[in-house]
């Protein structure tokens, strides 16, 4: 797989990449206005330019990412480079969306998920990572605590971490 | 042999009982911590944004209520989670293994963080007890936390943490140099909820003490406090002994 990703125009540099990176969007699932608010606002703080797109239901991300309606321009609604999850969602839950996501035939099964959420539950931790969740973070309790935890998902999520692509089938 | 199966069966219908009673009471504390928390959540980080967006805008008795209103979502918050873990010690299976008493010590010290005073500990490395590691970490942290927090206002608190073994029974004591508890008193402080003083004079959550009580009930320990008004406190908790180890 590396030889054929090696290939000469196959594959983007590192810098490339992070610039792709940079680019895209990061999806936001929050159903709550505030949290929305208070997350956004850690992210201004950081000086963080990538876009955020924030919806609300588990219907609207799927909706979102498969590209129906009201988003089927993809120059409007561009795919996101890795979702930031709610669990709590009205209409279909955050666990529910991670389902889908992860049984998609496409290579969109492979989008970094993240979730944040206030639920320490071990119960909800353990089924996140079972449904195929990249990573577990709890809101914090206090804005500074908030402006870290952003700052070190810029550094490792969308600084480090090498995207999947989207695009093909998933290999086993 | 039918009364047998009969009074069997009762006692499963109970068992069954109890286990939905404690799934309920679990997902009410999913809720608690779920839903409670979000908008504490908001209030106190606007509450902030309005501190450092907006404080040129806001006179000093502005910026006096924001203040209140930061230190009350605080105290909600640390309600919320004694309640929780008041709660959590008295439903989760708790399962007991050989602890080390120092171990236990250490992880509350580190979560006690900055204190204000002395603390002397003076417990044999490699002497155990049978008890959840994670639970007694908890009660030795509220041990602590009540020992720093009631001391006499024109002294710094000076807080010695001993132990002593005795017919195969551990006692750990936590003794201070605090305000100390009448006699009066000293059954009503183990309660939730249950406060001596104005929260001005004292902080706390008020329920320190009732995990303290539910946890070492459910641990198989005991525990209790001596103590005199104006003469300080000694807070102990009492567990089996339990053959050392070299780690917990």
Known sequence: LDRVAARPGTKLTVKEIKVKMRDSPVLLVEDDPADFRLIQRAFESLGQDNKIIRLSNGDEVIAYLSGAEPYENRVAHPMPSLILLDIKLPRRSGFEVLKWLRGQPSGLSRLPVIVLTSSKHSVDINRAYDLGANSYLVKPDSNAQLELLTSHFRTYWIELNESPSLQGSPTT | ?248
């Not at chain 2, 009074?7 to 219908?13: D, V």
């Not at chain 2, 409670?36 to 959540?41: E, H, Y």
């Not at chain 2, 309640?83 to 602890?99: D, K, M, N, P, Q």
């Open chain 2, 1 to 248: 042999m039918t009364d047998r199966r009969a009074l069997l069966e009762e006692i499963e219908q109970h068992s069954r009982d109890l286990d939905q009673s404690n799934a309920e009471l679990e997902s009410f504390a999913y809720s608690v911590s779920h839903d409670l928390r979000a908008p504490l959540r908001a209030i106190s980080g606007f509450a902030d944004a309005l501190q450092q967006e907006c404080s040129e805008q806001l006179d000093n008795r502005g910026i006096e209520y924001l203040n209140e209103i930061a230190n009350a979502t605080q105290r909600m918050n640390a309600l919320v989670q004694d309640l929780l873990e008041y709660g959590r010690v008295g439903r989760v299976g708790i399962s007991l293994v050989s602890t080390s008493l120092l171990s236990a010590i250490d992880a509350a010290k580190e979560q006690l963080g900055d204190i204000r005073g002395s603390l002397t500990v003076d417990v044999r490395v490699g002497l155990c007890v049978y008890a959840n590691p994670e639970v007694l970490t908890q009660v030795i942290l509220n041990l602590l936390a009540n020992a720093f927090n009631f001391c006499k206002a024109d002294s710094l608190p000076e807080i010695h943490v001993t132990s002593q073994v005795e017919n195969g029974v551990v006692r750990l004591s936590v003794r201070d140099n605090g305000i100390g508890i009448a006699a009066e008193h000293q059954e009503r402080i183990w309660n939730v909820f249950e406060r001596l003083h104005g929260r001005e004079s004292y902080g706390g959550t008020g329920i320190g003490l009732a995990i303290v009580k539910r946890a070492m009930t459910r641990m198989n320990g005991s525990s209790g406090v001596v103590s005199q008004l104006g003469e300080g406190s000694t807070f102990w908790i009492e567990l089996p002994h339990a053959p050392g180890q070299n780690s917990r």
